[in-house]
């Protein structure tokens, strides 16, 4: 029997791009997703892998369907990235209902802005994120990213459930522990959803599929309070160039004293004489503990500057002093 190579490459070809428009598909969505939402998270997968104490990668895949214009703000294509947190790859596609796709956002299209917080003067922390106005609904997204990083203390949660009226196809987390940093696991809410725990060895591995959007009620709890989430940290880690260890409460607090507090505590003698001076005939702990306050008060002004560790190491006290 003579088979035909080329027919049958074709038809696996075919078969291929069928099925991955499917993914993309809007025209028919089932009832159970669609009921009370506004976007549907189709497919969500986080893949983190620990390759050194000082070095996580994390690759992440996110295709959602915006079912109407309130649902624009679930679209969730955006990095935060700073200089110990590099975006090696960022990408997004728009789908229209038939799966067909309509546009392609590369990296240099996406809008790079500073992520300073209200209550900094500067950080160092920016954003990219995806500008796009949708001509009609329902639409696609499908966003893929790289990012590697230098900092370990701080591994991304797993939230399967992200907010109100949005529906959950299907969302993963698989975190690979090659180095054995050691991974510590805390989850919460699961009991009352269909998560499956497929971890083995140094792999840690969640999934769960087919949540239907929840709607807020009055006076009911804050939506983090009853919505699943996985929490991990790992025993060992990497803070802004600070190497770690958080086996339990007490060795991260030897940690933070030692690595980031100690020796920032010294003033001057001559600070050191006017607040003695200040106390002197004060005998009361908490009269003395006023006095001191209001001194720092009236001497002192607070600014946020947030660059590198600079938001746990604290700036030597002498230095403050001086420049108050």
């Known amino acids: 029997m003579r088979i035909n190579f080329l027919h049958i490459l074709f038809s696996l070809f075919s078969t291929l791009v069928f099925s991955q428009k499917l993914e993309y598909q809007s ?32 690759k992440g895949k996110r295709v959602v369907t915006v079912l109407n214009k309130a649902g624009n703000r679930h679209v969730g294509a955006y990095l935060h990235y700073s200089p ?24 240099k299209d996406f809008r790079d802005m500073s992520a300073v917080s209200d209550g900094s003067i500067y950080e160092d922390d920016r954003v990219l994120f995806m500008e796009y106005t949708p001509v009609s609904y329902p639409y696609t997204v499908e966003f893929v ?9 701080f591994i991304p949660n797993w939230r399967p459930i992200q907010d109100y009226y949005l529906s959950t196809g299907y969302s993963s ?16 809410n699961f009991q009352d959803y269909p998560i499956v725990n497929e971890s083995s060895g140094t792999i840690l591995k969640y999934n769960v599929a087919n949540l239907p959007s929840l709607k807020p009620e009055e006076y009911s709890p804050s939506l983090t309070d009853i919505a699943p989430r996985l929490m991990v940290s790992a025993s060992t880690f990497n803070l802004e160039g600070v190497a770690g260890q958080a086996h339990d409460w007490k060795t991260m607090g ?29 005998k009361d702990p908490i ?3 006023k006095k001191i306050y209001q001194y720092v008060q009236n001497n002192t002004r607070y600014i946020s500057v947030q660059v590198g560790i600079g938001g746990w190491e604290p700036i030597n006290a002498a230095s403050v002093d001086n420049t108050k």
């Open 27 to 58: 025209i028919v969505l089932p009832e159970t997703l669609t009921a009370n939402a506004n976007a549907i998270i189709k497919n969500h997968e986080v893949n983190i892998t620990l390759k050194a104490q000082n070095l996580m990668e994390v």
């Open 84 to 107: 110990n947190i590099k975006v090696k790859s960022i990408e997004a596609l728009v789908f229209d209902t038939t799966g067909s796709e309509i546009k392609k956002i590369k990296r």
């Open 145 to 153: 990213y790289e990012l590697h990083t230098d900092n370990t203390a």
């Open 173 to 188: 987390i698989t975190i690979n522990d090659l180095v054995g940093l050691g991974l510590k696991v805390k989850e919460l």
């Open 254 to 282: 030897k940690w933070m004293y030692e690595e980031l507090i100690k020796g920032h505590d010294e003033v001057s003698p001559q600070t050191q004489y006017e607040v003695l001076k200040l106390v002197q005939d004060i």
């Open 287 to 289: 009269e003395k503990t």
